[in-house]
């Protein structure tokens, strides 16, 4: 059985702005979620999903930098260390980048697909994703790093894409 593929939810969808619920355990349901998130991150060229891009508010995304796909449910970053300004794109976002200030180095703890738990060191390209996805977990996008003279700059496109947004709802 093959389920339909998700929609990428654009930006002025409501669910990228809510904050995501914690995974009590994870099942069969959230396997299959993977999954199909898993398949929607390929289709898009994706190094990163979170599931609020595709409508579903819980503490869940999945990376791939090239290395094979990670999946992260309840992500903490429980350290931080350094600082590194990177233009980071978004697949609820098309076409608009943004220069983002973050930590270089984190620790992070969180369960994976099978409920084992981790604590892990990433830096550099993962350390970039994995911070990029727990602000979509916390409702927050790259457009709110943006500076005010780039945020009048985005104003159109960003409107451009509630509308198309509201065409697919
Ligand atoms: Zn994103």
């Known amino acids: 059985m093959t389920a339909a593929p998700l929609k990428i939810r ?6 990228l702005r809510k904050k995501s619920v914690p995974v009590i355990y994870v099942g069969p349901t959230e396997q299959s979620l993977l999954q199909a998130m898993l398949a929607a991150m390929r289709e898009h060229k994706g190094v990163g999903l979170a599931a609020p891009q595709v409508g579903v508010n819980q503490q869940i995304f999945i990376a791939d930098i090239g290395d094979g796909p990670l999946a992260f449910i309840n992500p903490r970053i429980i ?3 350094g600082v590194d300004v990177i233009e980071e794109g978004c697949l609820s976002i098309p076409g608009v980048t943004v220069m983002v200030r973050r930590p ?5 703890r969180y369960i994976d697909e099978n409920n084992q738990p981790h604590e892990k060191v990433y830096d550099e390209m993962m350390a970039r994703v994995i911070q990029h996805e727990v602000d979509h977990l916390d409702g927050k996008l790259i457009v709110d790093y943006a500076g ?7 104003r159109a496109q960003l409107k451009e894409l ?8």
């Open 162 to 169: 509630e509308r198309r947004q509201k065409g697919i709802e």
């Open 79 to 81: 350290k931080k260390s």
């Open 104 to 108: 270089e180095r984190i620790v992070v």
């Open 10 to 15: 654009l930006y002025g969808d409501p669910c």
């Open 148 to 154: 005010i003279k780039e945020k009048i700059k985005l």
